[in-house]
C-alpha cells in the first residue's frame, strides 16, 4: 500500500485566500484524522471521522475552517480565508477501528501565510 | 478522561549511551499506548504499541518500552543510542473513555551528540 498520502506538501499563500489541503487514507481504514503541529501549540487534533462521518470536530479553530469527507478513499481540510496565525504543518492519519488505534501518517502539508 | 504526560521537552545524549524519554499516563479504563518518532520534516512513525499484552514491548530500532500499571508509567528506551535516533517522540495513549481517539503528549526532543 503507498500509505496515507496528502497534497500539497508545500503551500506558500497570501492572507484572505482560500486553502484546501487534501488527504487520501490506507485503503480500508475507516477513521481518518486531521492534525495541526505548531511550535507553539504541539501537535493538535482538529477533526476525527469514522466511516466518513464527523464524529469529534472539537478541535476546528473557528468558522474559517472546514472538512468533508465524501467518501472513504478522500478527505478535504478547507481554510477560507486564510491567516497568518494559520501557518503550520497538517498531518492526515488514517486507522482501522478496533485495531488498537494505531494511526498512519501522511507525510504532512506545511502551509504558509504571507 | 485519558491523558499523557511526557516528563522532558528535551533530552540529550552521546552517541552510544543508553536513552530514557519518560512518560505518565491517566487512564480510567485499559489503555493502549503507543510511542511515535518523527524525523524533521517527516510525518509521525509508529515505534511501539503496548495493547494489553506482554508488559515489556519490543519496537523497531531497537527500542523498547515497559508498561508499568503501578507507576502509569510506559518509558521508552534504548541501550545505545545513534546518531540517526536525533528525531522528536511522542507518547500516546488511547481507550474506550476517549472513543479510543489518540492523545498525544507534547513531545521529546531527542538530541544525539557524537
Known amino acids: 500500500d503507498a500509505g496515507v498520502i496528502q497534497s500539497p506538501r508545500h503551500e506558500v499563500t497570501e492572507m484572505g485566500q482560500e486553502v484546501t489541503l487534501r488527504c487520501k487514507p490506507i485503503?480500508?481504514?475507516?477513521?481518518l484524522f486531521w492534525y495541526r503541529q505548531t511550535m507553539m501549540r504541539g501537535l493538535e487534533l482538529l477533526i476525527y471521522?469514522?466511516?466518513?462521518?464527523?464524529?469529534?470536530d472539537s478541535g476546528m479553530p473557528e468558522d474559517r475552517f472546514s472538512a468533508k469527507m465524501p467518501n472513504a478513499s478522500f478527505s478535504t481540510l478547507k481554510i477560507q480565508p486564510s491567516e497568518p496565525r494559520d501557518s503550520a504543518v497538517y498531518f492526515c492519519?488514517?486507522?482501522?477501528?478496533?485495531?488498537?488505534?494505531?494511526?498512519?501518517f501522511g507525510e504532512g502539508s506545511r502551509l504558509t501565510v504571507l | 478522561a485519558q491523558s499523557v504526560t511526557q516528563l522532558d521537552s528535551h533530552v540529550s545524549v552521546s552517541e552510544g549511551t543508553p536513552v530514557l524519554l519518560r512518560c505518565n499516563y491517566s487512564?480510567?479504563?485499559?489503555?493502549?499506548l503507543f510511542w511515535y518518532v518523527q524525523h524533521p520534516n517527516k510525518g509521525l512513525q509508529l515505534l511501539l504499541k503496548?495493547?494489553?499484552?506482554?508488559?515489556l514491548v519490543k519496537g523497531i530500532n531497537g527500542f523498547e518500552a515497559e508498561f508499568k500499571k503501578s507507576e502509569t508509567s510506559f518509558h521508552l528506551t534504548k541501550p545505545s543510542a545513534h546518531m540517526s535516533d536525533a528525531a522528536e517522540y511522542f507518547c500516546?495513549?488511547?481507550?474506550?473513555?476517549?472513543?479510543?481517539?489518540?492523545?498525544f503528549g507534547r513531545g521529546t526532543s531527542l538530541i544525539v551528540h557524537p
Open positions: 492519519a488514517s486507522s482501522l477501528t478496533g485495531s488498537s488505534g494505531e494511526l498512519f
Open positions: 485503503s480500508g481504514h475507516n477513521s
Open positions: 471521522f469514522n466511516n466518513n462521518v464527523p464524529i469529534d
Open positions: 487512564s480510567s479504563y485499559s489503555p493502549s
Open positions: 503496548y495493547t494489553s499484552a506482554a508488559t
Open positions: 500516546v495513549v488511547s481507550d474506550a473513555g476517549g472513543s479510543y481517539i489518540p492523545t
